[in-house]
């Protein structure tokens, strides 16, 4: 059994940063594809990136140039780091491992924006 664990949310003000970081428990295994995925009331989730174990990363265009996702295997570690936080990248900010067999989630950590 796998556990994801965010941390990291909370209310920062408009243009400010966060650093969220998500660790994997519960089984010995080699991160292959993480990534973090956002979602708000009545909205389908949506990736905010993605990473894959050789270190390539993909973002949204709405975050693009302003976050960072980075991995620690040594760790079982997902990371993103977000500036030039904006009111509309307020959501619940979920963390997904995807491995061969099953795609597993976090339990979500909120993210308040203020104007």
């Known amino acids: 059994q796998v556990q994801l664990v965010e941390s990291g949310g909370g209310l920062v003000q408009a243009g400010g940063s966060l650093r969220l970081s998500c660790a994997a428990s519960?089984?010995?295994?080699?991160?292959?594809?993480m990534g973090w995925f956002r979602q708000t009331p009545g909205k389908q989730r949506e990736l905010v990136a993605v990473?894959?174990?050789?270190?390539?990363?993909t973002y949204a265009d709405s975050v693009k140039g302003r976050s960072t996702i980075s991995l620690d295997n040594a760790k079982k570690s997902v990371y993103l780091e977000m500036n030039s936080l904006k009111p509309e990248d307020t959501a619940v900010y979920y963390c997904?491992?995807?491995?061969?067999?099953?795609?597993?989630w976090g339990q979500g950590t909120q993210v308040t924006v203020s104007s």
């Open positions: 997904q491992l995807v491995t061969p067999l099953y795609t597993y």
């Open positions: 519960g089984s010995t295994f080699r991160l292959t594809v």
């Open positions: 990473i894959v174990s050789g270190g390539l990363a």
